[in-house]
């Protein structure tokens, strides 16, 4: 079954630096999210992504985060300058339609220092 | 703001024993309800979804029905295993599309609910 996929599976960056979350979402699929999960605390929606462009994006999603799909396969998050509270478990997710379920990755775990 | 509560954690039960974890929502419009759960080390699952009133979603002996009137979307299972043992989250998507934006759907998530089953 095709699967969303999500690289690394755990970065340690400093505080202050720019880090690049990458995705693969399944080869179909026409919809594309990102969230995250602070340790012990709710999965958060950070930004939706439609016809290359962002069609919604939460408070969280300032101007320190950007989303790219590069070249139809990758989707790409990228965080500027890091924060100690940006520490978290970043998901992505895809799916084919409106009515379809969002098929989810393994995450990255993303630890700043 | 669109918004999921779930029972709190964790619950602890015995193999062969009865599931319930209850799931409450608040939305505006029609959302489409879901569980997904998330195994040690994983991501997240979709476990069953129903996407209008009095659906009822079921996968792996689980079951949960879209109640409207009471606006819940509970999780049940009739005997669990030590397999099931995982963190649960309920959560909804409404999508939207008007004049003071469009919503194509995000998932609102509760704070999820481990459960541990022993042998």
């Known amino acids: 079954e095709p699967e969303v996929t999500q690289t690394p599976s755990h970065q340690v960056t400093q505080m202050g630096q720019e880090v690049i979350l990458r995705c693969v979402p399944i080869s179909n699929h026409l919809y594309f999210y990102w969230y995250r999960q602070i340790l012990g605390q709710k999965v958060e929606f950070l930004v939706s992504?439609?016809?290359?462009?962002?069609?919604?994006k939460s408070e969280i999603f300032d101007d320190q985060f950007s989303v790219e799909r590069p070249d139809g396969s990758n989707f790409t998050l990228k965080i500027r300058s890091t924060k100690l509270e940006d520490s978290a478990m970043y998901f992505c997710?895809?799916?084919?339609?409106?009515?379809?379920?969002?098929?989810f990755g393994d995450g990255t775990r993303l630890s700043i220092l | 703001g669109d918004s999921v509560t779930q029972m709190e954690g964790p619950v602890t039960l015995s193999e062969e024993a009865f599931l319930t974890i209850n799931c409450t929502y608040t939305a505006t419009g029609y959302p489409s309800l879901f569980w997904y759960v998330q195994y040690p080390g994983e991501g997240l699952q979709l476990l069953l979804k129903a996407t209008k009133a009095d659906d009822k979603g079921s996968n792996k002996g689980f079951e949960a029905t879209y109640r409207k009137e009471t606006t819940s979307f509970h999780l049940e299972k009739g005997s669990v295993q030590v397999s099931d043992s995982a963190v649960y989250f309920c959560?909804?998507?409404?999508?939207?599309?008007?004049?003071?934006?469009?919503?194509?759907?995000?998932?609102?998530f509760g704070q999820g609910t481990i459960l541990t089953v022993h042998p």
């Open positions: 959560a909804l998507s409404v999508n939207r599309f008007s004049a003071g934006g469009t919503s194509y759907g995000k998932l609102t």
């Open positions: 997710a895809s799916r084919t339609g409106l009515r379809e379920a969002q098929h």
């Open positions: 992504f439609y016809n290359n462009e962002i069609s919604e």
